[in-house]
Each structure stands twice: as structure tokens, then as C-alpha cells.
């Protein structure tokens, strides 16, 4: 038979029929997100698969084969893919343009094969699967197209006639998985899936393609779901990473993935894999994931936080720091405090700072990996993601940052806070603290007392630029080699002084820049140097708190907390182990003393 134009599909074709159901994917985030109970009730599929869309839509050019398309889509969304089900859809997707021959054009039968051939691949990459999931709906519409090719070869007419049969498989998704007969709903992920078919169906029958390039450029906001449901968190991490050059075979990665939580899904291939599981300990398991290939990118989401932003507000006002904030878990977790990580690199291995490497494994690299860890700025669009959520539930949100004479962290989150003020309507205040470490810390715990104490928002503000003032931290370096190492000091400047047994002293100036504050012939010197500081610029004032820091080194935490403790005559507010993206200069076995006056 002649095939007509309604017989084949072309590359450009594809990418406009992706476009339309991502669209209709994105309009519909918020309805997916408010079913979301399985595996985990964190309210986020929409979102994610909306994410993963986005992906692919911010990354692809339409193309006349095929082929090229469907390819590029698969590696675009293996990329950006976002939780559970954006991992599943993304590996649907990898193992289609697999089972796609070269070729500029693909009739409906070859298309049909494709989606059948797919199958194995997504339960393949998944550790457990479960029925009554997207799995489910992808397989009922996997048959379905094949039953049809031979009889009909209209695309368009299938792809239409499939979608009374998706709606079908959804609704039987309540009765095939218990957790959603409890609370009658279906699968959210697979509500995702009938909706993208379902974009794909209207812009075949409207074909309006000018539409669709406009919808896709714009900017989409993560929207979340207030209603909750309380099925157990047993897993707090949703933990996602791309792999490259795996040294081990996927089924003995999903092996020890299984070991390490639940959720698992592999997709990708070898040469780049994404994971997905659901962790309690993101930090230990990509310790030992660096030796299984290199680690490209990572992705870490709070599940418990994301609940409690969702259901379990303390306050109206959220509160935004990143990893170099140094303040215990306890009193970040009590004051729901949202930290963004910096990003953290040795060699070609990536990680997120005091996220998926803590301090444990990061001194033990640094001293043993050939490589010098090198730091990068957190993006526009995970500020952009963040701040999108916490719009949707609160009424203002503060976030305050390390100094932007160290990073571009501050100005990304200044431009992705003006887009979601003009999205929601809602204040984000953005903070430039001049300071890092536990400076920056007893900042953020300072405003979020402030809030705490239902204290309006033009107070907190303007106590809190005040504070930027009134913060000081002073750090102890037992030795130069790291300073050396990183580049902070020059090498023949620092082989003379460490030849000397110079032990510097390092603080931040008004402007948010480091200074040598002195210089002494030991750290117990050093240490002395500080005390003798604080005592003379404590004098007349009030300290309203302080934070003990130390690089792996209690002991010197111990002894310098015994003489902090004369001169205010108060214990810290927080003795933790500083940050590794500021351990990594100052090095191990180095001492911060951070304190914040009242105005």
C-alpha cells in the first residue's frame, strides 16, 4: 500500500507530538501532585515529571529523522530526570530510541514494535516492580498499538482510538495496588503517562504547531499540593544520580542499590546510567557508588521536609541558607530551615556538599585523593525550583547566603527570586551575609527565632541587615597544606611560612572578604590570638551567641569551647564540624570560633 503522510511519523512530527504532551503535562502538575501516595506520599510526581519534560523541551531542536529525534529525547531525559516516575518515563523513552532502527521515518507498526520492545526495558531497570503503576498503562497501551497495526495503518487514528483504553487501565490502577484503594485514588504516576497521550491526542486534532513553540519557551513554576496523606516515610532521601563508565553491570548495581533502600530504579545504559532510590544515608552510599564509576550528577530531595512544607508549617515565613551555613541538624530540622547544597568535585566525581559527602568521607578523600577538590556555585534553577514550592505554601520567604566575594550562589538566588516574585506575587528577600560557615549560621538561626516569635516581616528584615554587621568568625589553621593545595596561598610563600611553623589566622572584612586577621608559630597560639580579640571587641557589648567549628578535631573544640565560655559566660549555641567546602581550604584539624553581637 502507498503510505500517505496519516501512515509514517517523521522526526519533526515526534518532537512536535512530545512538545503537546509535555504541555499537557505541565498544566496538569498540581492535579498529579495531589494523588501522589505510592511509592512514597511527597506530593512531587507532577512535579517531576513535569521537571523531566522540561528537560527535554529546554534541550531539544525538532530534526527530520526520527531516529536523531527520538534519541536526542531519550538522552535529554535520562539527563534531567526527576524523581521515580520521571526515571521510569525517561528509561520508557531510552528504551524505545533502542529499539529504533536508523531511520528518517517510522510507520505505525514499527512504532507499535518499538513500545513493546521498551517494556522489558523499564521493568529490567526497576528493583521491584509493581503493578497497578505507569508500568501498568505503559504496557495496556503497548498492547493495544499492537493489536491495531496490522488492521490500521493511520497514526493518528490509533493514537486517538488508544486513549478510551489508557483511561480504562488508569481507573483499574485503585483496585490493582492497595495504598490507592485506601484512599481512592490512581496512580499518579500513571496519570502523568494518559496525560502527556492525551496532549499528544489534542494537538492531533487541532495541529496547531505555532501554539506549542510559544507554550514550550515559557517559564513553568513547580506546584505543589497542600492535601497529605500519612503513609509512613521510611526512606528520607530521594537520591538520584547519573553514573558514567559503570565498572559493574546494572543488575549487580541494582543488587547493591536494594541494600541501601528501596524504590530502586537503574535506567540508561553502561556507559551513562541514572539511579534512583529512596536512602537514609545519601552520603555513605556515594562513597562507595565513586567506586563503581564516575559520578556526573547528583540529586537529593528531603521527602520529610517536603511533607512538612506541604502539612506541617511551624511558620508563614520560609527560610533558605546553603551548605556553607553551619548550624547542628537539629536546630535546622526544628526550624524547618531549607539548605541548598553547594556543589562539590573531586576529580570528575560530583557531590553535594553535606548532602552526598559529609564530613567523615570528605576528610578522608582529602587527605587520600590525588585530586584537590574544586567547588562550584549552586544554579539559577535549583533556587528557581525551591522557591517555586515554598511560594506555594508560605506567605514571604528569607533566604541569606555566603559572602558573593566567594560565590555566585548570591546572585543566582537574587535572579531566580525575581522571577518567582513575579510568578506568585510573593516576597523572596535575598541576603548577601557577608560572612560563611558559622557566621552565616547564627544569622539564619537569629531570623528564624525572629520568626519563631511572629515577629512581621519589616522587623526581621531590618534587624537582620543590622546583624550582617554584627557577625564575626575567626578561624585557626593548624596548617598551610591545604591553603597550599587550593590555591589560597601561592607555593613558595607557603613553603617559607610552613618551613617557619606559621600557623595564620584567617577572617572575613566588612565587604565579605577573607583577611588575614595574624600570624603565630602554633595553633594554640593562634587560638590565643582569637580569645584575646574577642575578649577586647566584646567589651561594652552584648554577645547574643556563638558556634564552635572545627575541621575533624573535637578535642581542639572542646578546649577552645572551656575559654569561649570565660569571656561570654555562655556555651554555643552549636559545636558541629565545619562545612567541607570551607574544611577543604582551612583543612584538617583547624578551629573557628563564629559570634554574633546585639545591636
Known amino acids: 500500500m502507498h503510505k500517505t503522510e496519516q501512515q509514517i511519523v517523521n522526526g519533526k512530527q515526534l518532537y512536535y507530538a512530545f ?31 513535569a521537571s523531566t519534560v522540561r528537560s527535554v523541551i529546554d534541550n531539544l531542536k525538532p530534526n527530520k ?8 529525547i531519550a538522552e535529554a531525559a535520562l539527563i534531567g530526570a ?92 485503585t483496585s490493582k495496588l492497595k495504598v490507592l484503594s485506601k484512599y481512592g485514588v490512581v496512580d499518579a504516576g500513571a496519570k502523568g503517562f494518559v496525560v502527556f497521550i492525551k496532549g499528544i491526542i489534542d494537538f492531533i486534532n487541532s495541529r496547531n504547531i505555532r501554539y506549542l513553540v510559544v507554550e514550550s519557551s515559557e517559564n513553568v513554576s ?68 565513586k567506586d563503581f564509576g564516575t559520578i556526573t550528577f547528583q540529586k537529593v530531595d528531603d521527602m520529610v521536609r517536603q511533607r512538612e512544607i506541604v502539612a506541617n508549617r511551624k511558620w508563614n515565613i520560609a527560610l533558605v541558607t546553603d551548605s556553607t551555613c553551619d548550624l547542628s541538624q537539629e536546630l535546622i530540622d526544628f526550624y524547618q530551615i531549607n539548605v541548598v547544597p553547594l556543589n562539590l568535585n573531586f576529580g570528575e566525581n560530583h557531590y553535594l556538599d553535606k548532602v552526598t559527602i559529609q564530613a567523615d568521607q570528605f576528610y578522608d578523600m582529602l587527605e587520600n585523593s590525588q585530586e584537590f577538590p574544586k567547588t562550584s556555585q549552586i544554579n539559577q534553577r535549583a533556587f528557581t525550583n525551591i522557591y517555586s514550592h515554598l511560594a506555594s505554601h508560605y506567605d514571604a520567604i528569607i533566604a541569606i547566603h555566603l559572602t558573593s566575594q566567594f560565590s555566585g550562589t548570591f546572585a543566582n538566588s537574587v535572579k531566580a527570586a525575581n522571577q518567582i516574585k513575579k510568578e506568585f506575587n510573593k516576597p ?95 595553633q594554640k597560639s ?16 552584648v554577645v547574643w551567641n556563638y558556634i564552635m567549628l572545627h575541621a575533624h578535631n573535637p578535642e581542639g573544640a572542646r578546649a577552645a569551647q572551656e575559654k569561649m565560655l570565660e569571656i561570654t559566660g555562655k556555651l554555643p549555641v552549636s559545636v558541629v564540624d565545619i562545612s567541607p567546602v570551607i574544611g577543604m581550604h582551612a583543612g584538617n584539624g583547624a578551629i573557628a570560633i563564629s559570634i554574633l553581637f546585639n545591636n
Request: hydrophobic residues 40%.
Open 19 to 49: 512538545v503537546a504532551g509535555s504541555k499537557q503535562l505541565l498544566h496538569h502538575q498540581a492535579e498529579i501532585n495531589q494523588i501522589n501516595v505510592f511509592p512514597v506520599s511527597d506530593k512531587d510526581t507532577g512535579t517531576n515529571l
Open 65 to 72: 529523522s526520527y531516529k536523531t529525534t527520538i534519541a536526542n
Open 82 to 173: 526527576r524523581g521515580n516516575s520521571g526515571v521510569i518515563f525517561a528509561q520508557f523513552l531510552y528504551g524505545m530510541s533502542v529499539e529504533t532502527t536508523n531511520k528518517q521515518t517510522i510507520t505505525l507498526s514499527e512504532f507499535a514494535e518499538s513500545v513493546k520492545k521498551s517494556i522489558p526495558y523499564i521493568y529490567d531497570a526497576i528493583g521491584a516492580p509493581v503493578e497497578g503503576t505507569m508500568l501498568t498503562v505503559i504496557k495496556d497501551w503497548s498492547n493495544f498499538l499492537n493489536s491495531r497495526k496490522e488492521e490500521i495503518h493511520d497514526f493518528r487514528k490509533v493514537i486517538i482510538d488508544s486513549f478510551q483504553m489508557l483511561e480504562k487501565s488508569l481507573l483499574e490502577t
Open 222 to 289: 513547580l506546584i505543589h499540593s497542600d492535601e497529605s496523606y500519612d503513609e509512613e516515610i521510611t526512606h528520607r532521601f530521594c537520591t538520584e544520580a547519573i553514573l558514567k563508565n559503570l565498572k559493574i553491570g546494572k543488575a549487580e548495581l541494582q543488587n547493591f542499590l536494594a541494600k541501601s533502600g528501596d524504590s530502586v530504579v537503574v535506567a540508561g545504559s553502561e556507559s551513562v546510567c541514572r539511579i534512583h532510590i529512596h536512602s537514609n544515608e545519601p552520603a555513605q552510599l556515594f562513597y562507595q557508588l
Open 428 to 522: 523572596v528577600y535575598v541576603f548577601d551575609s557577608k560572612n560563611l560557615s558559622g557566621a552565616l549560621g547564627l544569622l539564619v538561626l537569629k531570623t528564624a527565632q525572629s520568626i519563631e516569635a511572629g515577629k512581621d516581616i519589616e522587623s526581621i528584615i531590618k534587624s537582620l541587615k543590622s546583624d550582617i554587621l554584627n557577625a564575626k568568625i575567626f578561624v585557626s589553621v593548624r596548617n598551610l597544606k591545604f591553603m597550599i593545595k587550593g590555591g589560597r596561598v601561592s607555593k613558595p610563600k607557603g613553603l617559607i611560612a610552613s618551613a617557619l611553623g606559621l600557623n595564620p589566622v584567617i577572617s572575613m572584612d566588612d565587604n565579605g572578604k577573607s583577611i588575614l586577621f595574624g600570624k603565630t608559630f602554633s
Open 526 to 541: 593562634s587560638l590565643n590570638k582569637i580569645f584575646a580579640h574577642i575578649e577586647k571587641i566584646s567589651f561594652g557589648r
